[in-house]
């Protein structure tokens, strides 16, 4: 079962979009660095279709994109609800913040895909992730390479387009440039 610890609407996680962020605790990354660990706590209230649904009646027509953040520790609940909100929220974009270095279904993928536990962005689109989602951002937090905003970063953040996969770069000064 998917918590959700709190949520917020932001506007920096995701660029160009106006993002309902849902922080979702239980998380089983645990990275050394973290600057969230009451994340990493089993609280909150579950997330499941009735609240997405509420949290979409109460917020969408304010917000262009509804992300999870975290679920780590179920994949494949965050691929369910996700699907649950393309399917009835269809103006709305889809994103997920995970702490992981490749998809859950990375064994689907063409194993000659995956570098450096790493996958590129033409191979990601074979992943039911990407069918599901807009935007994916990979990557645990690494404390000397810093988070997506370092040129130095170990993360990614993708956008899926038409099928189509593209890295998300920032500029040294923050903003948002694709590839
Ligand atoms: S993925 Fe890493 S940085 Fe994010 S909440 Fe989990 S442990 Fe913290």
Not at 75 to 93: D, G, M, Q, T, Y
Not at 95 to 104: A, E, I, K, V
Request: hydrophobic share 35%; net charge negative.
């Amino acid at each position: 079962m998917l918590k959700c610890f709190n949520y917020d609407i932001v506007c920096q996680e995701i660029p160009d979009e106006v993002t309902l962020a849902v922080n979702i605790s239980g998380c089983s990354v645990k990275c050394p660095g973290c600057h969230s660990k009451w994340l990493w706590e089993d609280r909150g209230d579950e997330l499941n279709e009735e609240t997405v649904r509420i949290l979409m009646n109460r917020y969408g027509a304010d917000i262009t994109c509804f992300c999870f953040m975290g679920g780590d520790a179920e994949p494949a609940e965050v691929l369910r609800l996700a699907n649950f909100i393309r399917a009835n929220f269809h103006s709305v974009k889809i994103g997920w913040y995970s702490g992981r270095s490749t998809l859950p279904d990375a064994d689907n993928v063409q194993s000659s895909c995956i570098s450096i536990g790493f996958i590129d962005a033409g191979c990601l689109s074979k992943s039911l992730y990407c069918k599901a989602f807009d935007y994916i951002k990979l990557g645990s937090y690494v404390e000397e390479l810093g988070g997506l905003r370092s040129a130095k970063t170990n993360q990614r953040l993708f956008k899926i387009s038409g099928g189509a996969v593209t890295v998300i770069k920032f500029s040294e000064k923050n903003i948002p440039v694709s590839e």
